[in-house]
Antibody, heavy 120, light 110 residues
Framework: QLQLQESGPGLVKPSETLSLTCTVS??????????WGWIRQPPGKGLEWTGI???????YHNPSLKSRVTISVDTSKNQFSLRLSSVTAADTAVYYC????????????WGQGTLVTVSS | QSALTQPASVSGSPGQSITLSCTGT?????????VSWYQQHPGKAPKFMIY???KRPSGVSNRFSGSKSGNTASLTISGLQAEDEADYYC??????????FGGGTKLTVL
């Protein structure tokens, strides 16, 4: 059974960089059939597509985040990561990592989510 | 990249059928048959219910069905049950390796 687990600081100061890692177990991140993605959800609000990465390192992100977001992959550790720079309170959210099936464009496995609060 | 439009709330009584809508544009929902639907209970991660507009993964009740007409995708839940009370989100591929979610619909079972 595939499992994804987010990890990282739960509190980040304004203007600093948010860093999260998703560890994948029970399957290989190097499969050609999937992208690996981040979705965030501000408290009490809806889901926001943040970005995805392929095992080769090709990544794509939400244009609204401009150049603040970086998604990377470490196939040796079966992990992928999210970095979001210059954070503000608006970046406070539950961040989910999930697997995206390329052929059908849907997220079939999700992590439990981790709350990141931006506050001084 | 604007969020897909979903009604904020929908309600129904047990046993009824309800339909949740997800409206996009000719550039997203209308162009691709790649809409997926997710159910999210409070404090939980989303669970995928429908993919490619109308396909149901194994393990999801056949009370859930999806369809699309033009720029609007729909999720129909028949024989409404108390456990169906949750938030529902649609998601569509919009090209250039990007996706967009809808704003979500809160389903209340009366």
């Amino acid at each position: 059974q595939l499992q994804l687990q987010e990890s990282g600081p739960g509190l980040v100061k304004p203007s600093e960089t948010l860093s999260l890692t998703c560890t994948v177990s029970g399957g290989s991140i190097s499969s050609t059939n999937y992208y690996w993605g981040w979705i965030r959800q501000p408290p009490g609000k809806g889901l926001e597509w943040t970005g995805i990465i392929y095992y080769s390192g090709s990544s794509y992100h939400n244009p609204s985040l401009k150049s603040r977001v970086t998604i990377s992959v470490d196939t040796s550790k079966n992990q992928f990561s999210l970095r979001l720079s210059s954070v503000t309170a608006a970046d406070t959210a539950v961040y989910y990592c999930a697997r995206l099936v390329r052929s059908g464009s849907y997220y079939d496995y999700w992590g439990q989510g981790t709350l990141v609060t931006v506050s001084s | 990249q604007s969020a897909l439009t979903q009604p904020a709330s929908v309600s129904g009584s047990p046993g009824q059928s309800i339909t949740l809508s997800c409206t996009g544009t000719s550039s997203d929902v209308g162009s691709y048959n790649l809409v997926s639907w997710y159910q999210q209970h409070p404090g939980k991660a989303p669970k995928f219910m429908i993919y490619e507009g109308s396909k149901r993964p194994s393990g999801v009740s056949n009370r859930f069905s999806g369809s699309k007409s033009g720029n609007t995708a729909s999720l129909t839940i028949s024989g409404l049950q108390a456990e169906d009370e949750a938030d529902y989100y649609c998601c569509s591929f919009v090209g250039s390796n990007t996706w967009v979610f809808g704003g979500g619909t809160k389903l209340t079972v009366l």
